[in-house]
């Protein structure tokens, strides 16, 4: 018995421990209170056009346009944005056209189905400088809606497209919002997780 | 009288010149086009979704369907990504291998390209030219992997197979020859009359209208934009060879076919530093756990495909299986422009200008 409840309490610990490595390991979360205070990181590279991309964004949208704001280290330090999903319209042209952040490429459009909420990810450059930026937009899962980004860039347009296609998030200002990778009359949308096949035996 | 009727044309998805199954609505007006609607999906196999239920050791094979004419930077983008997440270390000896498989594959792609395109324009005898070449390659990936087109070869922290002996010296072969044969290209199409008649000032757009779209690649470049992710976000060992990114001007179809001509010198100059310089030994495989498990997160990582930016878009839960899997598609990108472009051309046009963006069917609908 005792042995058994030692043999619990080592592999608590080992996987503690292996998660408190991993984390150190890319830097992306914190190791939490209980374990030795890890040395002060040095500032991301990232950090500073982060910053001054999260106060246009409040100075020249909205004082409530960024729901949060991160550094993606394993992601090569990239600055990482959740924009208030009405804000959306306003902050792509602030990405687009605004002289410092000059977005003009649209490198990918990913959506992400994460059970609680979806997420929209833009994944933004800026060619002249080689700065990349993530912007997510985030709703919720029933009636799931973002404000389409194709006005902004037509990249987005087929990108969107497939997104709503897959997992049925609405796109308000898509000039041509329909499927485009599964048929016109499929039922559901395959990426999302609580998707049910049709027929599971197929 | 004379009476003029719309013409509703249907293209594929069964039409060689759609280079796999994809299919245009032609709106008519006598011979010039007034609406273009492609429709996709005909090849659409779920890879994303199937993908949420592998392991990423499972997922490499599905990444080879994908581009099927580029399999090589298709497996790499992905082990790429797990590793950069994971922050695993690959040998020198097994980057070398992968740097000089993609660059043989970007010259095979370009061959596959240049032989069908001159066929869909209606010339016979490159295409037996190119894939005879192109063979070549597939014959050298043949020894290394035991496949011709679906190498499933690169893996999480290395490759699967080392080198044969000899291979090395095979590759140094046959990129000694592969100069001459651009040559023989060169003097067999590059200056033809009725070649240059059929594509030059056909298709075209600028910078800004390729940057709008997302284009990428010879697409990209044609317009005389200088973007080369090989050279803006150097990635592999890319950052220790010299090389040039060559850039058109009027973004044609004739600059894009200049380009990629141009590419495949630029190939065989990395591939003759890269064999020069191949360690004599060393591991092919780094230290990995045996269970690959990235940690919770996510990251979008990019390569240059042959036919532009090709990425892959990973959340991790800190499983062995993905929680999200997203490629993007350079070709899926790329075609976006086409209904754009199509629109006041003539019907004889369209062929020239889809087979121009060089796209894989496969890699569209994924």
């Known amino acids: 018995m005792s042995g058994e409840e030692q043999n619990e309490a080592k592999r608590r610990q080992v996987g503690a421990n292996s998660e408190s490595e991993r984390a150190g390991a890319t830097g992306a979360a914190n190791s939490g209170p209980q374990a030795e205070a890890p040395p002060p990181k040095p500032p991301s590279p990232g950090q500073e056009r982060l910053d001054r991309a999260v106060r246009l964004l409040r100075e020249l949208v909205a004082e409530d346009a960024v729901e949060a704001a991160s550094i993606n280290e394993a992601n090569g330090h990239l600055p990482t944005i959740v924009v208030k999903n009405e804000r959306w319209p306003q902050a792509a042209r602030l990405f687009r056209s605004h002289g410092e952040l000059n977005a003009n490429y649209l490198r990918n459009v990913a959506g992400v189905d994460y059970e609680t909420h979806m997420e929209v990810v833009y994944y933004l450059l800026n060619m002249a400088s080689g700065h990349n930026y993530a912007v997510k937009v985030r709703t919720g899962r029933e009636a799931p809606s973002v404000p389409s980004a194709t006005p902004v860039w037509e990249t987005a347009n087929w990108n969107e497209r497939e997104i709503y296609d897959l997992l049925g998030i609405d796109f308000p200002g898509h000039p041509d919002l329909r499927r485009i990778m599964m048929p016109d009359d499929w039922e559901g949308h395959p990426l999302r997780k609580d998707y049910v096949p049709l027929d599971p035996e197929v | ?366």
């Open chain 2, 1 to 366: 009288m004379i009476r003029t009727e719309e013409l509703l044309l249907n293209v594929g998805p069964q039409h060689p010149s759609t280079h796999g199954v994809f299919r245009i609505i032609v709106k008519l007006d006598g011979e010039i086009i007034t609406e273009a609607t492609p429709v996709m999906g005909y090849l659409h196999r779920g890879t994303e979704k199937l993908a949420e239920s592998l392991n990423y050791t499972q997922i490499i094979p599905y990444t080879d369907r994908m581009d099927y004419v580029s399999a090589m930077t298709n497996n790499y983008v992905l082990v790429h990504a797990v590793e950069k997440m994971m922050g695993l270390q690959v040998p020198e000896r097994a980057e070398f291998l992968r740097l000089i498989v993609m660059e043989l594959q970007r010259i095979a792609s370009h061959l596959v390209w240049w032989g069908t395109y001159l066929l869909d324009i209606g010339a016979l005898s490159p295409f037996l030219y190119a894939f005879n070449d192109r063979e070549r390659i597939l014959q050298l990936f043949n020894e290394l992997c035991g496949a011709r087109l679906t190498y499933n070869y690169m893996r999480v922290g290395g490759v699967k197979w080392d080198a044969p002996e000899g291979w090395i010296d095979r590759v140094k072969r046959f990129v000694r020859s592969m100069y001459g044969k651009l040559e023989e290209y060169d003097g067999l199409v590059s200056g033809n009359e009725i070649f240059l008649s059929r594509i030059k000032g056909v298709g075209a757009y600028d910078a800004e209208t390729a940057i709008a779209y997302g284009l990428s690649g010879a697409n990209l470049r044609s317009t005389g934009v200088k973007w080369d992710l090989r050279k803006n976000e150097p990635y592999s060992l890319y950052e220790r060879f010299e090389f040039d990114v060559p850039v058109g001007a009027s973004g044609d179809c004739y600059d894009r076919y200049l380009v990629r001509l141009a590419e495949i010198r630029q190939s065989l100059r990395i591939l003759e530093q890269a064999l020069e310089r191949f360690p004599a030994e060393g591991e092919t495989m780094g230290k990995v756990p045996r269970v690959i498990r990235p940690p919770a997160g996510e990251i979008y990582v990019r390569i240059e495909s042959p036919r532009g930016e090709i990425g892959c878009y990973i959340v991790s839960t800190g499983k062995a299986e993905p929680y999200r899997l997203k490629f993007r598609r350079p070709s899926f990108v790329n075609l976006q422009i086409l209904p754009k472009l199509l629109v006041g051309e003539s019907m004889t046009n369209l062929v020239t200008i889809l087979g121009g963006i060089d796209i894989v069917l496969g890699e569209v609908d994924c």
